[in-house]
Protein backbone atom coordinates (compact mmCIF):
# COMPACT_ATOMS: atom_id res chain seq x y z
CA UNK A 1 0.00 0.00 0.00
CA UNK A 2 1.47 3.86 -0.62
CA UNK A 3 2.60 5.46 1.82
CA UNK A 4 2.06 8.90 0.10
CA UNK A 5 -1.20 11.01 1.22
CA UNK A 6 -4.33 9.74 -1.23
CA UNK A 7 -7.81 11.41 -1.45
CA UNK A 8 -10.89 12.17 -3.93
CA UNK A 9 -10.51 13.40 -7.50
CA UNK A 10 -13.08 16.68 -5.31
CA UNK A 11 -9.96 16.97 -2.69
CA UNK A 12 -7.11 16.57 -5.45
CA UNK A 13 -8.89 19.29 -7.09
CA UNK A 14 -8.87 21.27 -4.26
CA UNK A 15 -5.35 20.62 -3.47
CA UNK A 16 -4.81 21.66 -6.90
CA UNK A 17 -6.48 24.72 -7.02
CA UNK A 18 -4.64 26.09 -4.20
CA UNK A 19 -1.24 25.10 -5.83
CA UNK A 20 -2.51 26.70 -8.95
CA UNK A 21 -2.33 30.08 -7.18
CA UNK A 22 1.34 29.35 -5.90
CA UNK A 23 2.37 28.53 -9.34
CA UNK A 24 0.62 31.27 -10.66
CA UNK A 25 2.32 34.05 -8.47
CA UNK A 26 5.84 31.92 -9.12
CA UNK A 27 4.87 33.02 -13.01
CA UNK A 28 4.48 36.53 -11.79
CA UNK A 29 7.87 36.68 -9.93
CA UNK A 30 9.52 34.65 -12.61
CA UNK A 31 8.22 37.63 -15.24
CA UNK A 32 9.35 41.04 -13.32
CA UNK A 33 13.08 38.96 -12.45
CA UNK A 34 12.95 38.54 -16.51
CA UNK A 35 12.23 42.50 -16.09
CA UNK A 36 15.14 43.11 -14.40
CA UNK A 37 17.65 40.90 -15.78
CA UNK A 38 16.82 43.29 -19.05
CA UNK A 39 17.31 46.53 -16.93
CA UNK A 40 20.46 45.47 -15.79
CA UNK A 41 23.48 48.05 -17.16
CA UNK A 42 25.57 46.85 -20.12
CA UNK A 43 29.57 46.63 -19.07
CA UNK A 44 31.23 47.19 -22.78
CA UNK A 45 34.07 44.25 -23.83
CA UNK A 46 36.72 46.19 -24.78
CA UNK A 47 39.27 43.18 -24.86
CA UNK A 48 39.70 41.54 -28.37
CA UNK A 49 38.91 37.53 -27.78
CA UNK A 50 40.03 35.46 -30.53
CA UNK A 51 37.96 31.76 -30.44
CA UNK A 52 38.71 28.83 -32.84
CA UNK A 53 35.64 27.65 -34.92
CA UNK A 54 35.86 24.87 -37.38
CA UNK A 55 35.19 27.64 -39.69
CA UNK A 56 38.59 29.22 -38.36
CA UNK A 57 39.39 31.89 -36.23
CA UNK A 58 36.53 33.98 -35.05
CA UNK A 59 35.89 37.26 -32.61
CA UNK A 60 33.54 37.23 -29.85
CA UNK A 61 31.16 39.88 -32.24
CA UNK A 62 31.81 37.31 -35.17
CA UNK A 63 30.03 34.61 -32.46
CA UNK A 64 27.13 37.01 -33.62
CA UNK A 65 26.93 35.61 -36.72
CA UNK A 66 24.66 38.10 -37.50
CA UNK A 67 22.46 38.51 -34.96
CA UNK A 68 22.65 41.38 -32.03
CA UNK A 69 22.29 38.92 -29.33
CA UNK A 70 24.57 36.04 -28.02
CA UNK A 71 23.99 33.89 -25.60
CA UNK A 72 27.17 31.74 -24.53
CA UNK A 73 26.70 28.98 -22.11
CA UNK A 74 29.85 27.89 -20.79
CA UNK A 75 30.40 24.18 -21.21
CA UNK A 76 33.15 22.29 -19.10
CA UNK A 77 34.97 20.69 -21.26
CA UNK A 78 38.40 21.84 -20.06
CA UNK A 79 42.07 21.13 -22.23
CA UNK A 80 42.89 17.85 -20.30
CA UNK A 81 39.50 16.75 -20.00
CA UNK A 82 39.17 13.14 -22.30
CA UNK A 83 35.72 14.11 -22.75
CA UNK A 84 32.73 17.18 -21.89
CA UNK A 85 31.61 16.99 -18.81
CA UNK A 86 28.18 14.88 -18.37
CA UNK A 87 26.07 17.35 -17.15
CA UNK A 88 26.78 19.88 -19.38
CA UNK A 89 26.07 17.48 -21.91
CA UNK A 90 22.98 16.87 -20.23
CA UNK A 91 21.88 20.30 -20.53
CA UNK A 92 23.12 20.49 -23.96
CA UNK A 93 21.33 17.88 -25.51
CA UNK A 94 18.64 20.45 -25.85
CA UNK A 95 20.60 22.81 -27.63
CA UNK A 96 19.49 22.06 -31.34
CA UNK A 97 15.81 22.41 -31.34
CA UNK A 98 15.13 25.82 -29.69
CA UNK A 99 18.77 26.69 -30.97
CA UNK A 100 17.19 26.88 -34.56
CA UNK A 101 14.32 29.15 -33.15
CA UNK A 102 16.26 31.45 -31.22
CA UNK A 103 18.60 32.27 -34.31
CA UNK A 104 15.56 33.24 -36.21
CA UNK A 105 14.86 35.89 -33.29
CA UNK A 106 17.76 37.68 -33.66
CA UNK A 107 19.85 35.79 -30.97
CA UNK A 108 22.58 33.13 -31.45
CA UNK A 109 22.97 30.66 -28.79
CA UNK A 110 26.73 28.55 -28.90
CA UNK A 111 28.95 27.16 -26.65
CA UNK A 112 32.39 27.95 -25.82
CA UNK A 113 34.49 25.69 -23.99
CA UNK A 114 38.59 25.68 -23.13
CA UNK A 115 39.67 22.49 -24.72
CA UNK A 116 41.37 22.59 -28.49
CA UNK A 117 38.57 23.06 -31.36
CA UNK A 118 39.73 19.57 -32.54
CA UNK A 119 38.22 18.10 -29.23
CA UNK A 120 34.96 19.63 -29.08
CA UNK A 121 34.41 18.72 -32.61
CA UNK A 122 35.36 15.34 -32.29
CA UNK A 123 32.82 15.04 -29.13
CA UNK A 124 30.42 17.34 -30.83
CA UNK A 125 30.15 14.73 -33.84
CA UNK A 126 30.11 11.87 -31.19
CA UNK A 127 26.84 13.33 -29.44
CA UNK A 128 25.08 14.11 -32.57
CA UNK A 129 24.77 18.12 -32.05
CA UNK A 130 24.40 20.81 -34.72
CA UNK A 131 24.55 23.97 -32.30
CA UNK A 132 27.65 26.13 -32.60
CA UNK A 133 30.80 25.71 -30.96
CA UNK A 134 33.90 27.38 -30.09
CA UNK A 135 37.35 27.08 -28.47
CA UNK A 136 38.59 29.49 -26.37
CA UNK A 137 41.78 27.66 -25.78
CA UNK A 138 44.54 30.19 -24.99
CA UNK A 139 42.14 32.97 -24.46
CA UNK A 140 41.06 34.98 -20.99
CA UNK A 141 37.71 34.48 -22.09
CA UNK A 142 36.49 31.74 -19.33
CA UNK A 143 38.44 33.21 -16.67
CA UNK A 144 37.00 36.47 -17.24
CA UNK A 145 33.70 35.40 -17.25
CA UNK A 146 34.34 33.54 -14.18
CA UNK A 147 33.97 29.53 -15.59
CA UNK A 148 37.46 28.48 -15.51
CA UNK A 149 40.07 28.95 -12.53
CA UNK A 150 43.73 28.40 -12.27
CA UNK A 151 45.26 25.98 -10.05
CA UNK A 152 46.78 28.37 -7.76
CA UNK A 153 43.23 30.36 -7.83
CA UNK A 154 41.99 27.05 -6.76
CA UNK A 155 45.12 26.36 -4.24
CA UNK A 156 44.83 29.47 -2.49
CA UNK A 157 40.97 30.04 -1.62
CA UNK A 158 40.90 33.06 -4.64
CA UNK A 159 38.02 31.40 -6.73
CA UNK A 160 35.17 33.41 -6.44
CA UNK A 161 31.65 31.30 -8.66
CA UNK A 162 28.40 32.06 -8.64
CA UNK A 163 28.91 35.64 -6.95
CA UNK A 164 30.73 33.50 -4.03
CA UNK A 165 34.37 33.34 -2.48
CA UNK A 166 35.46 29.26 -1.90
CA UNK A 167 37.73 27.87 0.45
CA UNK A 168 40.89 26.69 -0.83
CA UNK A 169 41.35 23.41 -1.78
CA UNK A 170 44.39 20.76 -1.26
CA UNK A 171 44.77 17.66 -3.34
CA UNK A 172 44.71 15.80 0.41
CA UNK A 173 41.74 17.02 1.08
CA UNK A 174 37.97 16.15 0.23
CA UNK A 175 36.41 16.68 -3.83
CA UNK A 176 35.62 19.95 -3.69
CA UNK A 177 32.00 20.81 -3.81
CA UNK A 178 30.74 22.30 -6.82
CA UNK A 179 27.42 24.30 -6.25
CA UNK A 180 25.33 22.85 -8.96
CA UNK A 181 23.84 19.69 -7.86
CA UNK A 182 22.70 18.63 -4.17
CA UNK A 183 24.33 14.61 -4.29
CA UNK A 184 27.93 14.67 -2.63
CA UNK A 185 29.21 12.19 -5.34
CA UNK A 186 28.84 15.37 -7.80
CA UNK A 187 32.81 15.94 -8.07
CA UNK A 188 34.19 12.79 -8.11
CA UNK A 189 31.75 10.78 -10.81
CA UNK A 190 31.92 13.73 -12.95
CA UNK A 191 35.88 13.61 -13.04
CA UNK A 192 36.24 9.82 -13.79
CA UNK A 193 33.64 10.07 -16.86
CA UNK A 194 35.49 13.47 -17.76
CA UNK A 195 38.70 11.12 -17.94
CA UNK A 196 40.75 13.89 -15.47
CA UNK A 197 40.97 14.58 -11.60
CA UNK A 198 38.85 16.29 -9.52
CA UNK A 199 40.85 18.96 -8.86
CA UNK A 200 41.47 19.62 -12.99
CA UNK A 201 37.63 19.33 -13.66
CA UNK A 202 36.54 21.67 -10.57
CA UNK A 203 38.57 24.30 -12.03
CA UNK A 204 36.34 24.56 -15.38
CA UNK A 205 32.45 25.43 -13.96
CA UNK A 206 29.12 25.78 -15.44
CA UNK A 207 27.62 28.86 -16.14
CA UNK A 208 26.01 30.97 -19.34
CA UNK A 209 26.21 34.86 -20.39
CA UNK A 210 24.61 37.30 -22.47
CA UNK A 211 25.98 39.68 -24.86
CA UNK A 212 24.51 42.24 -27.26
CA UNK A 213 25.98 44.17 -30.20
CA UNK A 214 25.13 47.68 -30.28
CA UNK A 215 26.47 49.93 -32.98
CA UNK A 216 29.31 47.94 -33.58
CA UNK A 217 29.99 47.69 -29.45
CA UNK A 218 29.60 44.18 -27.65
CA UNK A 219 28.33 44.89 -24.30
CA UNK A 220 28.00 42.31 -21.48
CA UNK A 221 24.82 41.92 -20.02
CA UNK A 222 24.29 39.24 -17.58
CA UNK A 223 25.61 36.15 -16.17
CA UNK A 224 24.11 33.17 -13.99
CA UNK A 225 25.70 30.06 -12.54
CA UNK A 226 25.23 27.08 -10.94
CA UNK A 227 21.66 26.60 -9.61
CA UNK A 228 20.94 29.26 -12.07
CA UNK A 229 21.04 27.23 -14.77
CA UNK A 230 18.70 24.76 -13.61
CA UNK A 231 15.81 26.57 -15.75
CA UNK A 232 18.00 25.92 -18.65
CA UNK A 233 18.32 22.01 -18.53
CA UNK A 234 14.74 20.63 -19.82
CA UNK A 235 15.06 17.15 -18.37
CA UNK A 236 14.92 18.74 -14.58
CA UNK A 237 11.89 20.39 -15.43
CA UNK A 238 10.29 17.83 -16.69
CA UNK A 239 11.32 16.21 -13.31
CA UNK A 240 9.83 18.90 -11.16
CA UNK A 241 6.73 18.13 -12.54
CA UNK A 242 6.83 13.97 -12.27
CA UNK A 243 5.06 11.99 -9.26
CA UNK A 244 8.40 11.35 -7.20
CA UNK A 245 10.27 14.64 -8.60
CA UNK A 246 13.95 14.89 -9.16
CA UNK A 247 14.57 11.88 -6.55
CA UNK A 248 18.37 12.28 -6.16
CA UNK A 249 20.68 9.93 -4.10
CA UNK A 250 23.48 10.01 -6.25
CA UNK A 251 25.02 11.54 -9.62
CA UNK A 252 22.83 9.37 -12.06
CA UNK A 253 23.26 11.04 -15.03
CA UNK A 254 25.28 9.67 -18.24
CA UNK A 255 25.72 10.75 -21.59
CA UNK A 256 23.05 9.70 -23.84
CA UNK A 257 24.90 7.56 -25.44
CA UNK A 258 26.07 5.54 -22.32
CA UNK A 259 23.17 4.78 -20.29
CA UNK A 260 23.10 1.06 -21.87
CA UNK A 261 26.89 0.37 -20.67
CA UNK A 262 28.59 0.24 -17.76
CA UNK A 263 30.03 3.70 -16.40
CA UNK A 264 33.76 3.89 -17.47
CA UNK A 265 36.26 6.65 -17.13
CA UNK A 266 36.20 8.24 -21.11
CA UNK A 267 39.01 7.75 -23.23
CA UNK A 268 40.76 10.34 -24.87
CA UNK A 269 38.74 11.45 -28.03
CA UNK A 270 41.49 13.59 -29.41
CA UNK A 271 45.12 14.71 -28.72
Not at 19 to 36: G, N
Not at 159 to 186: C, G, L, M, Q, S
Not at 235 to 254: F, V
Request: charged share 25%; with cysteine.
Amino acid sequence: MTLHPTGTRKEWLAARLSLMEAEKELTRQSDELARRRQALPWVRVDKDYVFETEHGSASLADLFAGRSQLLVYHFMFGPDYKAGCPSCSAIADGFDGFAKHLAHHDVMLTAVSRAPIQKLALYRRRMGWSFPWASSFGSDFNADFAASFTEEQQRDGAITYNYRREPAFHPTEEAPAIPTRTTPDVPATAASMSGTDVATYARERPGMSAFILDDGVVYHTYSTYARGLDVLWGAYQWLDRAPKGRNETGYWWRRRDEYDAPRVPAQADAG
